[in-house]
């Protein structure tokens, strides 16, 4: 498996505009996160699913931000309308359920930059 | 809810021993775990503790005293490589797909 693939890497966009970022989990895998992170706040938790249903939603900041899940295999989380605030680097990780399945895989992140 | 402490930033040497602590407060607890980031990248995992004791996994070992509600992280033989940040986090017992994570521990490793 290629592991949790992010798109895109890198994102630069006006404020105001929608942006959405994508996120494909490691195949079986029936949790996926999306976190973000920045130098002030750290890794938070923006919500999480499972089996393709949100579970916790309440680490999203606003309103602006949506996450859907609308199959096993794909996410996206979207900001509409954002703001330079929102510039942060975007991760996505999955992993699976059951004792074993301890470690959380995270995608390579994507870069925010909102201007 | 859950909230973890570790420090901001840790300096050794090469070669040298480092613990890197963690202590939590949470509501439900059903596992620790560690993570390295390095600048630019990915967290990626180290190791996790579900029950009482040492985990050792090559150069790095992982602790958890569910009782003192603290785990720490040791690394040995420092490698410059190892410069990075760690992020301790905490798995919750009342929804296991949960984990929320500390704020990380910034190490660099000096020649």
């Known amino acids: 498996d290629a592991g949790v693939i992010q798109s895109p890497r890198h994102e630069v966009t006006e404020m105001g505009q929608e942006v959405t970022l994508r996120c494909k989990p490691i195949?079986?895998?029936?949790?996926l996160f999306w976190y973000r992170q920045t130098m002030m706040r750290g890794l938070e938790l923006l919500i999480y699913?499972?089996?393709?249903?949100?579970?916790?939603d309440s680490g999203m900041p606003e309103d602006r931000f949506s996450a859907k899940m609308p199959n096993a295999s794909f996410s996206t989380l979207k900001i509409q309308p954002s703001e330079p605030r929102d510039s942060a680097v975007y991760f996505c990780?999955?992993?699976?359920?059951?004792?074993?399945?301890?470690?959380?895989?995270f995608g390579q992140g994507t870069r925010l930059t909102v201007v | 809810g859950q909230s973890l402490e570790q420090p901001s930033e840790v300096t050794a040497v090469e070669g040298a021993i480092v613990q890197i602590n963690c202590t939590y407060q949470?509501?439900?607890?059903?596992?620790l775990s560690w993570y390295q980031q390095h600048d630019g990248g990915a967290p990626t995992f180290l190791s996790y503790n579900a029950l009482d004791g040492l985990e050792e996994t090559g150069r790095f070992s992982s602790f958890l005293s569910r009782s003192d509600s603290y785990g720490y992280l040791l690394l040995q033989e420092l490698q410059m490589k190892d410069s990075a940040s760690y992020f301790c986090?905490?798995?919750?017992?009342?929804?296991?797909?949960?984990?929320?994570f500390g704020d990380g521990t910034t190490l660099t490793v000096k020649p």
């Open positions: 990780a999955s992993y699976g359920t059951g004792l074993m399945n301890t470690e959380a895989f």
């Open positions: 699913f499972n089996n393709n249903v949100p579970i916790d």
């Open positions: 195949s079986g895998h029936d949790y």
């Open positions: 986090a905490v798995r919750d017992s009342t929804n296991a797909g949960k984990s929320t």
């Open positions: 949470t509501s439900g607890f059903y596992g």
